[in-house]
């Protein structure tokens, strides 16, 4: 499978924002996107919502992510992350934090309308002591309780 470049026309200009709302991509496509995203420093918004994600594509996407050598290390210029209505649940948002911690950059993470629930929010809420550079989480629509809503605050 040949890796998408990130640039546009003949000049090679790097593509800064990166909008696959609505697609149906699979597994597959996820692979694709996360090799591309990974080579794309210049990238500074991935917009994926409403795309049924699986759990396998989402675990694909933040590998890239990784924090040693990872996509979120290399990458300063990643402010804005879409993943609104995605189908995530509170393991996926587990997994989703652990990459957080790595974050050098990102500073908007849009999670609303999934079903993440009070256990997501609360394994989110654990990376805000380390992450610097989180400033705004979006988790409208996101099954929280006032438990969830708790260990927020």
């Given at each position: 499978?040949?890796?998408?470049?990130?640039?546009?026309?003949?000049d090679s200009t790097p593509l800064k924002i990166l909008d696959l709302t609505h697609n149906n991509f699979t597994d597959v496509?996820?692979?694709?996107?996360s090799q591309?995203?990974?080579s794309g420093q210049n990238l500074m918004a991935l917009y994926l919502s409403e795309n049924s994600l699986s759990e396998k594509?989402?675990?694909t996407l933040f590998e890239s992510f990784q924090c040693e050598g990872g996509w979120l290390k290399k990458n300063r210029n990643l402010i804005f992350l879409g993943?609104?209505?995605?189908?995530?649940t509170a393991s996926i948002a587990k997994t989703i934090s652990t990459y957080l911690d790595c974050n050098i950059g990102l500073n908007t993470l849009d999670l609303t309308g999934n079903n993440i629930s009070d256990a997501g929010v609360i394994s989110l809420s654990?990376?805000?002591?380390?992450n610097?550079?989180?400033?705004?989480?979006?988790?409208?629509?996101?099954?929280?309780t006032e438990t969830g809503i708790k260990g927020i605050v």
């Open positions: 499978m040949k890796v998408l470049e990130i640039t546009v026309g003949k496509g996820c692979s694709s996107i591309m995203i990974y594509c989402v675990e993943l609104a209505e995605t189908n995530l654990a990376i805000f002591p380390r610097r550079y989180l400033e705004q989480l979006s988790l409208a629509r996101c099954g929280i």
